[in-house]
């Protein structure tokens, strides 16, 4: 994949100046609706913030208070350590992509042309500008030489929200706004966005903030989560195994659900210590079909080269409990996080943002033909699992990071 011309930022670290700080910001419309009231939060640099709510809450507003396509009416935000209303809306914009639900492209032109907008707005030179939008295309999955010459009604909900990030990514911009951008897509292109959108992150590392009325999109995402209630009031900002494990409220354990727990099997990470050990038949495999029974070592779906992706330490347990389920045995092989690890950042350590652990790039991990399982999960094993995390969380922490080591303790 093309890079984006600018070194790939590292994690934000704790204590480092944040890159968006809201300080006591409200918004009083004219028709006296209160739609936020004394809000403050920072997001560090390279952070993706998902604001999740019901409906009306006010994540809309806030974020539209960042570009100042609305003015707070009380208290200061920073970008980049500047007042925004100290700073001319036209420059502050293009330091700030912006990408909405309706993608808002403009229909008389091609994609090519939607891409170059800001970049010409800018006087790029046309080879730079050329160059940009072969490299921002190529980076959103869109074939420059064919996709880039058609115009926005002849493509999918999906290629157009593509097209609406690569524009907004266009000028480089450190931060990005991100209103219900995925929402109008249906779920399947959805996920699939999802996770290419991750992937993206991984490499840019904008500062982004994400908003969405989707709590399962808001955990996959973010690598914190801010849940709002009406009138701007923040509930609770935290990492997403934290927001499922510790609601802060009674607001955010009603907003997460009494199916907190599955949720929390999305976030939660499968640890060496969950294993038994491996199978001895998918074990001593020695020919590249390993075990006896001519299929893989598993029991023919798991064959490799044809089967389902592998599991991997470090994946989500729902990924785990999937394949656990789709397949005809109760134990699943599971392979060390290294060798040929996912790019989904689950298989990665230290790497990644917490929602990157689902991402579905596994699909493509079918790994080499003679690497063996590290180990076995069972059903009381996966338990176990989840019963560790929630433990976790019981035990404590302050809220810093994801208590089951998400992205430290692998
Ligand atoms: N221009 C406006 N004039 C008056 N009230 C407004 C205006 N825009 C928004 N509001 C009100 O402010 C409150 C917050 O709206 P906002 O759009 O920020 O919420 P939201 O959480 O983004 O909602 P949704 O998820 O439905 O998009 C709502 O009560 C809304 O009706």
Same mark, same amino acid.
């Given at each position: 994949?093309?890079?984006?011309g600018?070194?790939t930022?590292?994690k934000p670290?704790?204590?480092?100046?944040?890159?968006?700080?809201l300080?006591g910001?409200?918004?009083?419309y004219?028709?006296?609706t209160?739609?936020?009231r004394?809000?403050?939060?920072?997001?560090?640099a390279?952070?993706?913030?998902?604001?999740? =709510?019901?409906?009306?809450?006010?994540?809309?507003?806030?974020?539209?208070?960042i570009?100042r396509?609305?003015e707070p009416?009380s208290g200061?935000i920073?970008?980049a350590?500047e007042?925004?209303?100290?700073?001319?809306p036209v420059?502050?914009?293009?330091?700030?992509?912006?990408?909405?639900?309706?993608?808002?492209?403009?229909?008389?032109?091609?994609v090519r042309g939607?891409?170059a907008?800001v970049p &010409?707005?800018?006087g790029?030179?046309s080879?730079?500008i050329?160059?940009?939008?072969?490299?921002?295309?190529?980076?959103?999955?869109?074939?420059?030489?064919?996709?880039?010459r058609?115009?926005?009604?002849?493509?999918?909900?999906g290629?157009?929200q593509?097209v609406?990030?690569?524009r907004?990514?266009?000028?480089d911009?450190p931060v990005?706004?991100?209103?219900?951008?995925?929402?109008?897509?249906?779920?399947?292109?959805?996920? +699939?966005?999802?996770?290419?959108?991750?992937r993206?992150?991984?490499?840019?590392?904008?500062?982004?903030v994400?908003?969405?009325?989707d709590l399962?999109e808001a955990?996959r995402?973010?690598?914190r989560?801010?849940v709002f209630?009406?009138?701007?009031t923040?509930?609770q900002?935290?990492?997403?195994?934290?927001?499922l494990?510790?609601?802060?409220?009674?607001f955010v354990?009603?907003?997460?659900?009494?199916? &907190?727990?599955? +949720?929390?099997?999305?976030?939660? !990470?499968l640890?060496?210590?969950?294993l038994e050990?491996?199978?001895?038949h998918?074990?001593a495999g020695?020919?590249?079909?390993g075990?006896t029974? =001519?299929?893989? =070592?598993?029991?023919g779906?798991?064959?490799?080269?044809?089967?389902?992706a592998?599991?991997r330490?470090?994946?989500p347990? +729902?990924?785990?409990?999937?394949?656990?389920?789709?397949?005809? &045995?109760?134990t699943?092989?599971?392979?060390a996080?290294?060798?040929?690890?996912? !790019?989904?950042g689950?298989?990665?350590?230290?790497?990644?943002?917490? =929602?990157?652990?689902?991402?579905?790039?596994?699909?493509a991990d079918?790994g080499?033909?003679r690497?063996? !399982?590290?180990g076995?999960?069972?059903?009381?094993?996966?338990?176990?699992?989840?019963r560790?995390?929630v433990?976790?969380?019981d035990?404590?922490?302050?809220g810093?990071g994801?208590?089951?080591?998400?992205?430290?303790g692998?």
């Amino acid at each position: 994949m093309p890079t984006t011309g600018q070194p790939t930022a590292a994690k934000p670290e704790a204590g480092a100046d944040p890159m968006i700080s809201l300080v006591g910001v409200g918004r009083r419309y004219p028709d006296g609706t209160v739609a936020v009231r004394d809000l403050s939060f920072d997001v560090p640099a390279g952070e993706l913030l998902c604001m999740v =709510g019901p409906s009306g809450c006010g994540k809309t507003t806030t974020m539209k208070m960042i570009n100042r396509l609305v003015e707070p009416t009380s208290g200061r935000i920073l970008v980049a350590g500047e007042d925004v209303a100290r700073t001319n809306p036209v420059r502050l914009r293009r330091r700030i992509g912006y990408v909405i639900q309706q993608v808002g492209l403009f229909g008389h032109l091609t994609v090519r042309g939607n891409v170059a907008t800001v970049p &010409r707005l800018l006087g790029w030179p046309s080879t730079r500008i050329r160059a940009r939008v072969d490299e921002l295309l190529e980076l959103v999955g869109l074939d420059p030489a064919t996709i880039g010459r058609r115009y926005p009604h002849e493509l999918s909900g999906g290629q157009q929200q593509r097209v609406g990030v690569a524009r907004a990514l266009a000028a480089d911009p450190p931060v990005l706004l991100m209103d219900e951008p995925f929402s109008a897509i249906d779920p399947i292109a959805r996920a +699939r966005l999802q996770a290419e959108f991750l992937r993206l992150q991984q490499e840019i590392r904008k500062t982004v903030v994400f908003v969405t009325h989707d709590l399962d999109e808001a955990i996959r995402l973010g690598d914190r989560v801010a849940v709002f209630s009406q009138g701007g009031t923040l509930e609770q900002i935290d990492p997403p195994a934290r927001i499922l494990g510790r609601p802060a409220t009674d607001f955010v354990a009603d907003f997460v659900g009494a199916d &907190r727990a599955l +949720r929390r099997l999305a976030v939660t !990470p499968l640890l060496p210590a969950d294993l038994e050990p491996p199978r001895p038949h998918s074990a001593a495999g020695t020919n590249g079909a390993g075990g006896t029974n =001519g299929a893989g =070592g598993t029991d023919g779906r798991g064959a490799v080269g044809t089967g389902p992706a592998r599991v991997r330490v470090g994946a989500p347990l +729902r990924q785990a409990l999937a394949a656990l389920l789709a397949q005809d &045995r109760d134990t699943l092989d599971v392979y060390a996080a290294t060798a040929g690890a996912s !790019p989904s950042g689950g298989g990665t350590p230290g790497g990644g943002v917490p =929602g990157g652990a689902v991402s579905s790039g596994a699909a493509a991990d079918e790994g080499d033909p003679r690497e063996q !399982p590290i180990g076995m999960l069972t059903p009381a094993g996966l338990h176990a699992a989840l019963r560790r995390s929630v433990a976790a969380d019981d035990a404590g922490g302050t809220g810093g990071g994801p208590s089951v080591g998400l992205v430290d303790g692998l």
